[in-house]
């Protein structure tokens, strides 16, 4: 039988991020192409929701690369503050400053708050854009539910892992072995809702 090769390029450059996604669309026969293939030139994320970014950098690769383009958007929303850190996730603490800076600043800002007002949940909204004018992109929101912590626990993951309590497993999100943070995680969620719709969908 024919095998229909189609390439898209991932808004990305982080190994795993490409790995992840490269291997759930394997099966569509679908190939991922980093986007520093096309480019060395970042997308400017200015919007104020994760779909507005998403969709900037989906547009940006896919007009670089003059491919169909995937992209991700992604974060935390603590409930006791009103959703930050949000889209400002990354840069929480400041411009250029890592993972370490960003938990110690989440937990002076919910000192005090009690456990059961320290529910979170990390969000993903993946897009595929079939060129940069696309109109109508296909959109997958996903949500992972937990609970803020109040010290730190775990090696693994990266960004606010070793503070998220995922109450399923029992322990933070920086403690599971990554196979399985990649099957519960706002990622992996949208990802799996993403391809699904890649394949019955419009496209
Ligand atoms: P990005 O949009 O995937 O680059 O994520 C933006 C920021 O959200 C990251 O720099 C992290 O601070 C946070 N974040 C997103 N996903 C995760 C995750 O799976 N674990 C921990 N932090 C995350």
Not at 7 to 19: E, H, V, Y
Request: net charge negative; charged share 30%.
């Amino acid at each position: 039988m024919l095998k229909i090769l189609k390439k898209i390029i991932l808004a990305s450059n982080n190994p795993g991020k490409i790995r992840e996604i490269q291997s759930l669309l394997d099966e569509l026969n679908i190939e991922i192409l980093p986007q520093a293939l096309f480019t060395n030139e970042e997308a400017e994320e200015t919007g104020q929701t994760f779909l507005e970014n998403a969709l900037i950098k989906a547009r940006h690769a896919a007009r670089l690369g003059g491919l169909p383009a995937i992209a991700d958007d992604s974060g935390l929303e603590v409930d006791a503050l009103g959703g930050a850190p949000g889209v400002f996730s990354a840069r929480y603490a400041g411009v250029g400053v890592g993972d370490q800076e960003n938990n110690a600043k989440l937990l002076r800002e919910l000192a005090g708050v009690e456990d059961d007002k320290r529910s979170a949940r990390f969000r993903c909204v993946m897009v595929y854009v079939r060129d940069a004018e696309d109109t109508d992109p296909i959109v997958a929101d996903a949500a992972w539910e937990g609970r803020i912590l109040r010290k730190t626990r775990g090696k693994n993951g990266f960004g606010y892992d070793p503070l998220f309590f995922v109450p399923e497993q029992g322990c933070a999100s920086a403690e599971l072995p990554p196979e399985v943070k990649n099957r519960l995680s706002h990622r992996g969620q949208a990802l799996r809702v993403l391809a699904r719709n890649l394949h019955f969908g419009k496209d």
